[in-house]
């Protein structure tokens, strides 16, 4: 017997969003604008729209993760936990192709630290989110700016232009 029911019906553009998890509730953050922004970063960059997974966590939890993962006993705004794929970049166009339809990692964002830090440089808690987004893309592909010579710091004010970051 065949099942009646119809699946309820997702807009286009809803279904090629990129997976985020709301999980804290301090600070009131719109889902949907920072899943849109995430696109356009992964869309600059050639990667597919659920290359990551982005949850926003509380700040106690963003601390434990910091103590595990980096051994540094306090909270910080992004942390990223890359896939098995993880090597240094040749050039950020070249090592977007090699990992187009992979599966990159995952991205931790503190919304307390981050509205702490957007107060202290003049930015908009969405803004700073933004930066974090793409901040944590970047580190999944490979980059890591305590060990490249400013190569990502360059790669990252290059792609906040482009995306009309501040």
Not at 100 to 112: M, Q, T
Not at 125 to 132: G, K, P, S, V
């Amino acid at each position: 017997m065949a099942n009646n029911r119809r699946e309820p019906r997702v807009p286009v553009a809803r279904r090629h969003l990129p997976a985020m998890e709301n999980r804290q509730r301090k600070v009131h953050i719109r889902l949907p604008a920072l899943q849109r922004f995430l696109q356009r970063v992964n869309r600059k960059l050639g990667l597919r729209h659920d290359s990551s997974f982005v949850r926003f966590i509380t700040d106690s939890e963003m601390s434990r993760l910091n103590q595990r993962f980096r051994r540094k006993p306090k909270t910080t705004d992004v942390l990223s936990f890359p896939g098995e794929n993880r090597t240094r970049p040749a050039s950020l166009r070249r090592r977007a192709k090699k990992l187009r339809g992979i599966f990159l990692g995952d991205i931790a964002i503190s919304p307390v630290v981050a509205r702490r830090n957007a107060k202290t440089f003049g930015r908009t808690t969405a803004e700073e989110i933004c930066r974090l987004l793409l901040h944590g893309v970047l580190h999944l592909l490979g980059y890591d700016h305590e060990t490249d010579r400013g190569e990502m710091e360059r790669v990252e004010a290059t792609l906040r232009s482009r995306l009309g970051l501040s």
